[in-house]
């Protein structure tokens, strides 16, 4: 059996994070979204209420599991016996960047492939810090995220004004 390892802060879950689950179908068998610490960024969402949108959101599809990791991925992934680590990639900007991780993750548990899934036009410029960004200025962010997402991140920046 082929499980995939998706990680990501996903905070909150996008509509480019879900169209990277719903393609891993066709490499994996089983896909593991797994929440993890990246320390360059300050979360807005706590991890259980990021767990709750994930599976809110996704509850429709099969095969896939929320968890959550701290520490180095390619520790918890070696741990977790997954068959590959799948990132969505969209600019070249974000291919320097994981280029870089995949290399450093696969020095740490050697075995380790990175599959990258080419983001789809349409959501190309969605990421889950320009939606936060246009939500915090009330502008709207339908299409870009689920719509109970969008219910979730209104309420928190209605909850901080
Ligand atoms: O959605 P993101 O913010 O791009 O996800 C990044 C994440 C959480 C997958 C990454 O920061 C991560 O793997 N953090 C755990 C620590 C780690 O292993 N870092 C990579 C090796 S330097």
């Known amino acids: 059996m082929r499980i995939g390892l998706y990680p990501g802060s996903f905070d909150p879950l996008t509509n480019g994070h879900l169209d990277i689950i719903q393609r891993s179908k066709v490499i994996c068998d089983k896909l593991l979204i797994a929440i993890g610490t990246n320390?360059?960024?300050?979360?807005?969402f706590s991890i259980n209420e990021r767990i709750e949108i994930i599976n809110t959101c996704c509850n429709d599809i099969a095969n896939i599991e929320v968890v959550t990791f701290n520490g180095l991925l390619a520790e918890?992934?070696?741990?977790?016996?997954?068959?590959?680590i799948i990132r969505g990639l969209r600019s070249s900007t974000d291919f320097d960047y994981e280029y870089q991780i995949a290399?450093?993750?696969?020095?740490i548990a050697p075995d380790l492939e990175t599959i990258f899934l080419m983001s789809r036009g349409e959501y190309f410029h969605i990421?889950?810090?320009?939606?936060k960004e246009i939500a915090s200025y009330g502008g709207d962010i339908s299409s870009m995220v689920p719509h109970y997402a969008k219910e979730k991140i209104i309420a928190k920046y209605s909850n901080h004004s």
């Open 103 to 107: 290399v450093a993750n696969n020095k």
């Open 127 to 131: 990421s889950s810090n320009i939606v």
């Open 39 to 44: 320390s360059a960024k300050n979360p807005l």
């Open 76 to 84: 918890y992934s070696k741990k977790q016996n997954i068959s590959f």
